[in-house]
């Protein structure tokens, strides 16, 4: 914008001719100042306010040259205040109303930035919290609906469970033995259920214990605790049961206790007990009130495995038995005299 069409516009803001003077400007600048100050009018004046600033500013900053340029005179020659003191205020005090009104200017401005600012982050925060609300209602939501889901798939596992449990229990009573065997088959980790084990139970106590039916209950996914159940229920059976079964439910891993498996030694089928003997966890051996009552059976080929374990087993045979094996050396059997006569040496050996 070029010099005269600024200084123009400058003196229209300020109401005033293009032939004022620089004096008449300064007359107008007070009396508009004291009208549209925000601190008279409010805020509304603001805007007025900073034109009137800005023209009075650009009007004072012109230069001897450029007045003279622009057709524009400090004051007129013939209107010379009466008393200059009091009505024309030095160029000190009209510079520090400009600067003043210029620092307002900068401060309101600094102002309403910082208002922008403090309503940004408040609706900053306000999103925020209505965020972590609305994250909170839908893991409520969540959580509801997996707590149902889990108690309806429990429910249904459950009528599951008593269906297949029923089930199987009327099959495992069948009087014919390949429902049994279908039902043994389908048993799976079940049989570890209260109802299911006393199902097995009734089962191998009732009926004759066939290969398949040995082999498809040893093959049971019998848990430890379930298993030792099992065998104190059929402790009862143990000369019918087969090797197989046997051998499953009392040495397999952790082997059964040691009172138990002498209780099915004493009960044993003649095999079953050879069985026993030849696969007899590590630790403690046979206690001897349970050998001298194995070796006073009369079958030789079960005497000959129990003799012959023993030699296995004990480095030192123990006098108490010296007695019932010397009984053995008349046995019509020659290995089990034999076996008698060795381990009678032994003990002898020892004792001198």
Request: charged residues 25%; aromatic residues 6%; proline residues 5%.
């Amino acid at each position: 914008m070029a010099a005269s069409v600024k200084v123009t516009h400058s003196l229209r803001v300020l109401g005033l001719s293009p032939d004022a003077t620089l004096a008449e400007a300064r007359t107008a600048f007070r009396n508009l100042a004291r009208t549209c100050h925000p601190d008279v009018v409010g805020k509304q004046g603001a805007r007025k306010f900073e034109q009137i600033v800005g023209a009075y500013t650009f009007l004072k900053s012109l230069t001897e040259d450029e007045l003279q340029e622009n057709g524009l005179v400090r004051e007129r020659r013939d209107e010379q205040p009466v008393e200059t003191a009091r009505t024309a205020p030095s160029l000190g005090t009209f510079r520090w109303g400009w600067e003043k009104a210029l620092t307002w200017v900068r401060k309101r401005r600094k102002r309403v930035t910082e208002e922008n600012a403090w309503r940004e982050r408040q609706a900053r925060e306000a999103e925020k919290r209505a965020a972590g609300l609305r994250t909170a209602a839908v893991e409520a939501v969540l959580s509801r609906g997996e707590r149902a889901l889990a108690e309806n798939l429990a429910r249904l596992e459950r009528d599951t469970l008593f269906c297949d449990t029923r089930g199987l229990a009327l099959r495992l009573a069948s009087d014919m033995p390949q429902v049994r065997h279908l039902a043994l088959s389908h048993l799976g980790a079940l049989v570890n259920h209260r109802e299911m084990l006393d199902a097995v139970a009734v089962l191998l106590r009732k009926w004759d214990i066939d290969d398949k039916t040995a082999r498809l209950a040893a093959d049971l996914p019998f848990s430890p605790e379930s298993r030792r159940a099992l065998v104190q229920k059929l402790a009862v059976r143990a000369s019918a049961m087969p090797n197989t079964l046997l051998t499953s439910l009392l040495l397999r891993d952790p082997p059964a206790d040691r009172d138990v498996l002498e209780l099915y030694l004493q009960h044993a089928s003649p095999s079953g007990a050879s069985l026993l003997l030849r696969q007899w966890p590590r630790g403690p051996f046979v206690s001897v009130p349970v050998l001298r009552r194995l070796l006073a059976r009369d079958d030789g080929t079960f005497l000959i495995n129990v003799l012959s374990t023993m030699k296995q087993r004990f480095a030192v045979c123990p006098a108490a038995l010296r007695d019932v094996l010397t009984a053995r050396l008349s046995h019509p059997n020659m290995a089990v005299r034999v076996w008698s006569k060795t381990l009678i040496a032994q003990a002898s050996s020892v004792k001198g």
